[in-house]
């Protein structure tokens, strides 16, 4: 139980940091854009043929861009720690709605990509680790290197060229039905599984070599029932921490992959304001990828600690 | 009834034979033990029984198990009959049961997957409570006390409902009471099962009687019934097995208490706040020997460094403050650990010798007290033996003149023909030059055997 609070109050903290520094981050580059801010938001708004200094005056008292930078820094702060996360510059529609309809696409694209990666990684992973150091390990060795070391973009544009222009089998981009979600579900996929095949393959290998192994074995059970009884629990700890780990590659994925594909996601929305300067829009999307990585390593944890119960010491 | 017959046993790598032929039988109710020393082939007799032989190694011969004939050269058909017909004792228990599982589902599976029994986790229960193991079902191995973790091991081992128990070294590096556990583990397998164990204990094989076959270079150079080989060795090297063994080394005459080189009252070590014994009074004088004792982990060779002054002490110690610090040396557990593994010994040596000024004159003489050829020097530590290298360690140190030894578990990786050696050559030299000596040992025997006072560490 004390495991479960020191992990929870540490990640309360973390979360606390990350919005800090999010809100900090947003306000400066807020505040270092160059240029007059009300007459881009205009201009973002209206059109740029349409933004004149009327317009750019109504921006400024609506946005209340006068006050001083310590005023308004405290205001930023304050809606922040209300979680107030304002409207969007561009659309005007209040930051949360927006997320809150992107996060789900988002989420659908992850999820499917993390099922994918470990249906594809772990499995190949065990199996070149019960035979460590033979053919198929070395192989594996070598793809699962080469596609991490490939980025995403580039794998995004092969699997493009490849399946949708040459062999016509599925929608280069998009979103709708479920052909659209292959593309960019296995373009993150890919290089999510090259690394967790490492990762189950190394645990494996060292369970396999264990006195553990020997004596599950010498007990009488089969190879089945060792790796079904023994081996997978051998391997679960350090593929799910590894996985903790791999949410930041996720995350830096449906950025680049949600661009490639036009998926309207939360990565496709942080580029956009990005692009349009829309800065609350890019606080509010960084805030809540920041928080969903440190909710899902929190989650991790106590998940990992039930299956390996023995204190870590240092 | 034959349980078991093993028939010419060989073992060999490419064209090079590492196991003459071998037969043996195990009868209902009568032990077998192997005994020799790391590299007689004991181990390899056993993996090639079981079909456990490392890659590279081909067994030959012929075995039956119970009706079935197996091929010891086709190691996958034994496969068949580990738990069901053949329990394998683990050697490290603590190693060999899965961290990540309660100690009842290791029990429990067996009973279930390899027994088929209807209701396993009833018969685990019951097999946890006859081992007295009632508390252990739902701790994790690491929770478990040493001896705990062995009587799980053999029950999970033997759930299966073998009839045949395979130890292999199982009272490696455990100290005097946990070595009785095991002889009452493996005595409960032979109640109607027969049991092959290989070992170099000779209280366990005094302990388990039946047939011993003694072994030396990959040839059994000995075998009869227990009685006869322990009592009435005839093969030399039997005879050195036994003289080597701790109960029938000579007694050393007592060293009187002279002039204290160091005084301790009320002395212990803490570790994180916490002592890890109760607190000592004793004093060591010239020549003398001091024995620790203890169960692992309570801080025997805390004490030893705190002594030299390696660790912070609580209480008071007086040491001589007419000894220089270079007077307290230490010699270690594992010698190749002790040792640069790139440089020869002899370029060790040198450096210590230009270090401390010491005369080159006196390594020779040394050389020779410790029965050791001065051709070794010209090797690195990885090229000579277990025993050679602690003796190396022994004359590194005494080139520095100590008042003080400590010697912390010195002979536990060597074996016993080797421990007697170094043991002896060091109780000699310290009774010569008056370095009195601060020994801990796991081995009660050993340590009874040549100390002038034994301290029991009780933990706290």
Redesign the interface.
């Known amino acids: 139980m004390t495991f479960a609070l020191r992990t929870l109050a540490f990640r309360l903290l973390q979360a606390a940091g990350v919005a800090l520094v999010v809100g900090v981050m947003s306000f400066l580059m807020m505040r270092a854009m160059p240029g007059d801010m009300a007459f881009r938001i205009a201009a973002a708004r209206y059109g740029y043929d349409l933004a004149s200094a009327d317009l750019a005056e109504a921006v400024r008292t609506e946005l209340n861009l006068d006050a001083g930078p310590l005023v308004l820094f405290g205001q930023w702060m304050a809606d922040l720690a209300r979680l107030d996360l304002g409207r969007s510059m561009v659309s005007g529609l209040p930051v949360w709605e927006e997320i809150a309809h992107q996060l789900g696409a988002s989420l659908q694209l992850a999820a499917v990509a993390l099922g994918l990666s470990l249906l594809i990684g772990p499995p190949l992973g065990i199996y070149a680790g019960l035979r460590a150091g033979g053919r198929f390990d070395r192989a594996l060795l070598v793809a699962a290197a080469a596609l991490r070391a490939v980025p995403q973009f580039l794998l995004g544009l092969v699997l493009i060229v490849v399946l949708a222009v040459q062999l016509r089998l599925l929608p280069a981009a998009g979103h709708g039905d479920i052909s659209h979600l292959v593309l960019p579900a296995l373009t993150l996929a890919l290089g999510l599984a090259a690394a967790s095949a490492r990762i189950a393959r190394d645990a494996m290998a060292a369970f396999a070599a ?3 192994h ?9 190879d089945g ?1 060792v790796l079904l ?2 081996g997978l ?2 391997i679960a ?1 350090p593929l799910l921490t590894y996985l903790g780990l791999q949410f930041v590659l996720l995350a830096e994925g449906v950025v680049v992959v949600e661009t490639i594909f036009g998926w309207p996601g939360i990565g496709h929305a942080l580029i956009h304001a990005v692009f349009h300067r829309d800065v609350p829009m890019v606080q509010g999307t960084a805030l809540v990828m920041g928080l969903s990585f440190v909710l899902l390593n929190t989650l991790i944890d106590l998940a990992v600690r039930r ?4 204190e870590v010491r240092a | 009834m034959t349980l078991l017959q093993a028939k010419d046993i060989t073992v060999r790598t490419g064209a090079e034979r590492l196991l003459d032929p071998v037969s043996l039988t195990l009868p209902a109710g009568r032990a077998v033990t192997v005994l020799g020393e790391s590299g007689s082939g004991k181990s390899l007799l056993a993996q090639a029984i079981l079909g456990t032989l490392p890659r590279g190694l081909v067994a030959d011969g012929e075995l039956r198990v119970g009706e079935t004939k197996l091929d010891p050269a086709r190691p996958q058909g034994s496969r068949a009959l580990w738990g069901r017909q053949i329990a394998v004792l683990p050697q490290e228990p603590w190693l060999a049961l899965d961290p990540l599982m309660t100690g009842h589902y290791q029990l429990a599976e067996v009973f279930d997957l390899v027994a088929a029994d209807p209701r396993p986790g009833r018969r685990a229960k019951a097999d946890l409570a006859e081992l007295g193991l009632e508390g252990a079902g739902g701790k994790y191995p690491w929770q478990l006390s040493g001896g705990m973790a062995q009587r799980l091991a053999f029950a999970a081992a033997r759930a299966g409902g073998a009839r045949i128990t395979v130890a292999d070294e199982p009272t490696k590096g455990l100290d005097s009471d946990r070595r009785d556990d095991v002889l009452a583990l493996l005595r409960r397998g032979l109640e109607g099962g027969g049991l092959l164990t290989i070992t170099h204990d000779l209280t366990l094989a005094a302990g388990l009687g039946g047939e011993i076959l003694v072994m030396q270079g990959g040839t059994v150079v000995e075998r009869g019934p227990a009685e006869r080989v322990l009592t009435a060795p005839e093969h030399p090297y039997t005879r050195a097995l036994i003289a080597a063994d701790p109960a029938h080394w000579p007694r050393p005459d007592p060293m009187p208490e002279t002039a204290p080189l160091l005084r301790a009252e009320g002395f212990t070590v803490a570790r994180d706040g916490r002592s890890l014994f109760a607190p000592l009074d004793f004093t060591l004088s010239p020549g003398q020997i001091l024995a620790v004792a203890g169960p692992s982990g309570c801080g025997k060779s805390s004490l030893g460094n705190a002594l030299l002054g390696l660790l912070p002490h609580q209480g008071r110690l007086w040491r001589d403050p007419a000894l220089p610090k270079l007077a307290f040396q230490k010699l270690w557990q594992d010698p190749p650990a002790a040792f640069p593994a790139r440089i020869t010994l002899a370029e060790g040596l040198d450096d210590l010798l230009a270090r401390h000024r010491i005369d080159r004159v006196r390594v020779a003489p040394l050389l020779d007290r410790l029965k050791l050829s001065p051709d070794l020097l010209a090797r690195r530590p990885g090229a000579v033996s277990g025993g050679e290298l602690q003796r190396i360690a022994l004359l590194r140190a005494l080139l520095l003149d100590p008042a003080v030894l400590f010697a912390d578990e010195p002979t536990s990786r060597l074996d016993p023909v080797t421990q007697a050696l170094t043991i002896r050559l060091m109780v000699e030299i310290g009774r010569e030059s008056g370095m009195a000596m601060v020994i801990v040992s796991h081995d009660h025997a050993l340590l009874e055997a040549i100390s002038d006072r034994v301290i029991r560490l009780t933990p706290i």
Do not use: M, N, V, W
Request: glycine share 4%.
């Open positions: 264990s006195p553990a020997a004596f599950a074995c010498t007990k009488g059970l089969s029932q009884h023994h629990r051998a700890a299956i390996d119960p023995r």
